[in-house]
């Protein structure tokens, strides 16, 4: 099966660009930007020998796995909101999980699509295990245009050998990476579309906190330096992780690694 956009996607426009191998499919989709293309633009590669993850962290991406980018048009939107696109990515994400677990049958399907949610600020875990990160990075183009792309990589046939590391094809999924593409493109254009360039923040918000993993519980947080330490109380209207912390305070982090339960004790 070759990779192709969902219908709704494909009737609203969005174009793919499908290489057998890629060094990273986010830089890939900059480079379109920066020779003036605007989006939406899918990139998606087979083979993936670069890829990265945030805060410059590698991003293992092995055989039958998706690495995927799409260059994402943001006229309009204001700058400090463009952050928000990475949980409108995500919820988008996690719906193309739960439609793609809705082709398995009904005894392996139903427990996988509940054990899916969103781990601040961009990953999808599987029964507490990484299934999936996202990558936004933007740019500031030669005559003012903005750029952003968003990366997916989802561990779709195999986990990497790294601790907490999980993967689609342990629930018994088995049709692939293409199949899973097919629905990303179309819940992230639905997703965007709901959003409307930031206007509608409120309703994603609280849409990402009924799927946001550790809400109400223990987490440590590293974050310049620091380790800030109480409950995840949730996100605020920016998209900042929220910790009340045991003296009574609330801290917000704009960016962070999170750790939860006895993982969060021991940070």
Not at 149 to 164: I, S
């Amino acid at each position: 099966m070759s990779y192709r956009l969902g219908p709704g996607a494909r009737a609203r426009g969005h174009r793919l660009h499908v290489h057998d191998t890629l060094g990273s499919t986010n830089s890939e989709a900059m480079a379109q930007a920066r020779a003036g293309e605007t989006g939406p633009l899918w990139v998606v590669t087979h083979r993936q020998e670069s890829g990265r993850g945030r805060r410059g962290n590698g991003w293992a991406s092995l055989p039958g796995n998706l690495a995927a980018s799409v260059l994402w048009p943001v006229v309009g939107v204001p700058p400090a909101q463009l952050a928000e696109l990475g949980f409108v990515a995500g919820l988008a994400l996690i719906e193309a999980l739960v439609a793609a677990c809705g082709t398995l049958p009904d005894t392996v399907s139903a427990p996988a699509a509940r054990s899916l949610k969103l781990k601040w600020p961009n990953d999808v875990l599987r029964d507490g295990g990484k299934l999936a990160g996202l990558l936004l990075e933007a740019e500031m183009l030669p005559g003012g245009r903005r750029a952003v792309v968003v990366g997916f990589g989802v561990n779709v046939a195999a986990a990497p050998e790294v601790r907490g590391a999980t993967s689609l094809a342990a629930t018994g999924y088995a049709a692939g990476a293409e199949a899973l593409l097919e629905h990303l493109s179309d819940r992230m254009d639905a997703r965007a579309r709901a959003w409307d360039r930031g206007r509608n923040f409120a309703a994603l918000r609280a849409d990402w906190l009924a799927r946001a993993a550790g809400l109400g519980s223990e987490i440590a947080v590293h974050s310049g330096g620091h380790i800030l330490r109480g409950v995840f109380e949730t996100i605020d209207e920016g998209g900042r992780l929220v910790i009340l912390a045991p003296d009574g305070n609330r801290h917000t982090v704009t960016a962070g690694e999170v750790h939860f339960g006895s993982a969060a004790t021991a940070a």
